[in-house]
């Protein structure tokens, strides 16, 4: 039995690891490249498989770094199954296509400009593909044991967002553990990741491998933000994920009105792919914190804005104010339009919530840039720029090591480090070899690893 790395080592996105046995061959998540222009160009490489010959692809999570790829493995003609959670398939169906849908807007955008070096831009996928796609998905429950030749797998809670499994599969008399995405067990949302059983090897993720998260309440942090946007009378602009990190700042932002910790001034949410997230949240409540009075306020104390001429009517609205809206690192999405509109202002607060990939503009924000570039425009960035550090849906290092204690690993068992940032990776790799007995290593790109 064999792993390649073909993704999601040496960097915090493109998750892909292929399992191979004798006679069945499965890939354990399937997502895109992110961020800088030399990692994005590999979501068009060739991948060095055959996918003709692939059984399967076993699917943590719906974010679009582990599950974004699969429109292209369909586009290139695989045609077998997707097994993933109920909840992950419902956010698969929203996030790849629009994930599409952009891929498509920046392809017309490049030939419109004239922009790259070909004379007609092609999208790496479109949203009739990414939605066509979805046919492959069969969805399971956690602990549901499936075969796939000689493969057994089965989905276990790892937190995180909804749907998020660590995947245990057993081949060939081993155990081996992908952990996925780790949550937290303290997180504002969702219920703490399920210890691991005994395993003979563990693909970990080590996003925040060489950082701790900040201790303080992220309500607290939180209302300190509004309450001195407030007392400005200014807005404040809040880039999220649809997925998870909107309806966390949905369900806080409630929670402080309604015990009176900020004032009640508008908020908007302006993200139609968050609004339909926040349903689909509402449908699993046995997987979050929430109860359901708490999931009825979450979403009856914001305005929810779903058509372009909605967005833009916020223009006219009084200040103060606030707006969360698509994308979490300012990538894309509806929250440019607002970017442009309101960066030049010192009365401007730009709160980022999460994981910011190194490339990505609102890394460069939060790095002190005089000018942000959006839409082949250059605006002056005089809006203050802050980071709610507290509120990663990502276990840092010491959470980690105390779910990898949490969990029934032999001092034999060993870790391949994956999903990091090399200084994360490098300090994950040098505090579990401190504080524990794993023999831990940092898997390479394209590298491979025999058991």
């Given at each position: 039995m064999k792993i390649t790395f073909l993704g999601g080592t040496e960097t915090v996105t493109g998750s892909k690891f292929l399992l191979e046995t004798d006679q069945t061959r499965v890939l354990v998540d399937c997502g895109l490249f992110q961020g800088y222009k030399w990692l994005r160009e590999r979501n068009w490489q060739t991948l060095p498989m055959d996918i003709d010959t692939l059984d399967?692809?076993?699917?943590?999570?719906a974010h679009l770094d582990h599950s974004g790829y699969l429109p292209v493995?369909?586009?290139?003609?695989?045609?077998?199954?997707?097994?993933?959670?109920?909840?992950?398939?419902d956010l698969c169906q929203i996030l790849l296509a629009d994930s599409g849908h952009i891929h498509e807007e920046d392809a017309k955008y490049y030939s419109k400009h004239k922009l790259g070096k070909h004379e007609h831009p092609e999208p790496l996928y479109d949203r009739q593909t990414a939605e066509d796609c979805m046919v492959l998905f069969q969805s399971v429950d956690f602990d549901?044991?499936?075969e796939i030749g000689e493969i057994c797998f089965y989905l276990q809670p790892a937190g995180h967002i909804l749907g998020a499994a660590s995947v245990i599969v057993e081949a060939e008399g081993k155990r081996i553990g992908f952990s996925g995405d780790v949550g937290r067990f303290h997180d504002v949302l969702m219920k703490p990741p399920r210890p691991l059983p005994a395993l003979d090897l563990l693909l970990m993720e080590s996003t925040y491998g060489n950082r701790l998260h900040d201790t303080q309440d992220p309500f607290e942090q939180l209302a300190e933000v509004v309450n001195q946007m407030a007392m400005h009378g200014g807005v404040l602009l809040i880039p999220a994920f649809a997925v998870g990190?909107?309806?966390?700042?949905?369900?806080?932002l409630a929670?402080?009105?309604?015990?009176?910790?900020?004032?009640?001034?508008?908020?908007?949410?302006?993200?139609?792919?968050?609004?339909?997230?926040?349903d689909i949240f509402c449908q699993y409540r046995d997987q979050h914190r929430l109860n359901a009075d708490q999931c009825q306020r979450m979403c009856n104390d914001i305005?929810?804005?779903?058509?372009?001429?909605?967005?833009?009517?916020i223009e006219k609205q009084a200040f103060p104010h606030i707006i969360i809206a698509g994308s979490g690192m300012a990538t894309g999405g509806r929250i440019l339009h607002h970017f442009k509109r309101l960066l030049g202002s010192p009365k401007t607060t730009v709160l980022f919530t999460g994981y910011q990939v190194g490339g990505t503009r609102g890394d460069k924000m939060l790095n002190g840039v005089e000018t942000v570039k959006i839409h082949g425009e250059w605006i002056p960035l005089r809006a203050s720029v802050k980071m709610l550090s507290s509120l990663s849906g990502h276990a840092d290092y010491?959470?980690?090591?105390?779910w990898l204690q949490q969990s029934a690993l032999a001092d034999k068992t060993r870790i391949q480090l994956i999903h990091g940032d090399p200084e994360a990776l490098e300090g994950l790799r040098v505090h579990l070899q401190e504080q524990t007995k794993f023999s831990v290593n940092v898997a390479g790109y394209w590298s491979i690893l025999r058991l």
């Open positions: 399967a692809v076993l699917l943590t999570h493995l369909y586009k290139h003609g695989f045609r077998g199954p997707v097994y993933t959670h109920h909840a992950t398939k549901t044991s499936i990190r909107a309806q966390a700042l949905q369900h806080m929670t402080l009105m309604e015990t009176g910790r900020i004032p009640r001034i508008p908020i908007y949410l302006d993200s139609p792919m968050a609004i339909q997230v926040s305005t929810y804005i779903r058509t372009v001429d909605e967005s833009k009517a010491l959470e980690l090591t105390q």
